[in-house]
């Protein structure tokens, strides 16, 4: 090892990593440094997927099954930077903050974990892997590229996205839909020889919001929502009559939900109101997609589905972290456990790949994604502290799970 595991060098470390800009599908160069900080911890072992994704590995002293901490490469876009009031790719740290677009989602967590890793070299009981995945913000490409290779495989997770020194446990999917209605194209002038698509718009809105009323409920999650959020028309010509009318809706999900049973309950809804589609149209529901691209090269249709998940509060893993952690302030008393409002790769982990997962980080959801991002040093500091009994103990309790 030729830099010490100290929470100083780990608050330099993400000062770095904020100064290097590095939207979903241009990680590379903050992915390069992180590979260099690894190895500079004498890391035993870093790797790099095929979408480059990063995963470093500190051996442990015995083989309990590995536990992975996970953040995310990739950051959201800073918009203008007169509205910062401190740069956003400075990385400074005044008032006892430190400032930028990632210091709390997700730089700031992300160095936090990699030193902590580093500094139980040979003392868990098994290894303990780092996985820092690319596209996290665009729906977790990186987290289910990487489970799915195969170069780790972890009994547990940690996601380092904020709780506030709380376990998270937990958050609704998201998932965003397309209805598709279709007609004929025609000229403005002669609608009789066109079938107008906005003829049917009315009925698919009224179905969705019948839906939209009556949404299912988790005691732990609360409501799922759902809202249209955009129409698209096409062609977008006022003196055309559009062929082709799409209604966006986002939809915040269970974490029971499907494909199938999210676009057969959209179906089912319009039909309600439309049980009849008029001669010469047709109305299709899908689930909305976008075209990605790696910065290693690769590129992908991916389907706009995050899932949710939800942990058993009661689960082994669950209860042994949140008694690891602490409350700041009472270490003797449990830290609260709770959900997340936003989505995270914990939607892959454990509600697409089972894998038991929770979540511990500094810093406040509110400043998320937000121009006054930040990250209290000191809250920064007690997490770092908490972070080694974290990690031993939510290993022991995977490995007796
Ligand atoms: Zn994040």
């Known amino acids: 090892m030729n830099r010490e595991p100290t929470f100083e060098n780990a608050l330099a470390f993400a000062a770095d990593l904020i100064r290097i800009p590095s939207m979903s599908g241009e990680e590379g160069e903050v992915a390069a440094r992180l590979q260099e900080e690894m190895r500079v911890l004498g890391f035993d072992r870093v790797e790099v997927d095929g979408l480059g994704s990063v995963a470093g590995v500190v051996r442990g002293r015995g083989d309990a099954p590995p536990v992975m901490l996970s953040c995310h490469l990739d950051v959201v876009a800073e918009g203008a930077h007169e509205e910062w009031e401190h740069p956003p790719f400075s990385g400074e740290v005044v008032d006892g903050h430190l400032h930028g677009r990632g210091a709390m989602d997700i730089k700031g967590p992300m160095a936090l974990q990699v030193y902590a890793a580093a500094a139980l070299a040979d003392r868990a009981p098994g ?37 506030y020194g709380d376990i998270a446990l937990g958050h609704r999917g998201r998932a965003q839909l397309e209805v598709v209605i279709r007609g004929l194209a025609g000229h403005a002038s002669a609608p009789d020889r066109a079938r107008n698509a906005l003829d049917l718009l009315p009925g698919v ?4 919001a019948a839906l939209a009323r009556r949404q299912e409920s988790d005691p732990v999650l609360g409501l799922a929502s759902l809202a249209p959020t ?4 096409r062609p977008e010509s006022p003196n055309v009559i559009p062929d082709e009318v799409i209604v966006v809706l986002d939809w915040r999900i269970l974490p029971a939900d499907t494909e199938a049973s999210l676009i057969g309950r959209v179906e089912d809804a319009i039909a309600e109101v439309l049980p009849d589609v008029p001669a010469g149209y047709a109305i299709e529901c899908r689930l909305a997609s976008e075209r990605q691209t790696s910065y290693t090269g690769r590129s992908a249709d991916r389907n706009l589905l995050t899932p949710g998940f939800l942990m058993e509060p009661d689960h082994a893993v669950v209860t042994a972290a949140a ?13 609260h456990c709770r959900p997340w409002t936003f989505a995270t790769d914990g939607g892959w982990t454990c509600g697409v790949f089972g894998i038991p997962t929770i979540g511990f980080a500094p810093g406040e959801e509110r400043y ?23 990690i031993l103990a939510v290993q022991e309790a995977a490995g007796s799970g």
């Open 230 to 233: 955009d129409v698209r028309v």
């Open 127 to 163: 290894d303990v892997i780092v996985g820092q995945v690319v596209y996290e913000e665009r729906g977790g490409w990186g987290m289910e590229n990487l489970v799915r290779s195969g170069l780790v495989n972890p009994a547990a997770v940690i996601i380092g996205e904020s709780t």
């Open 323 to 335: 008694k690891a952690v602490g409350r700041r302030g009472d270490p003797a008393t449990s830290a």
């Open 205 to 208: 809105l009224t179905g969705v």
């Open 368 to 390: 998320a994604h937000t121009n006054r991002e930040r990250l209290d040093v000191e809250e920064a500091r007690w997490a770092f502290s908490r972070y080694p009994s974290l």
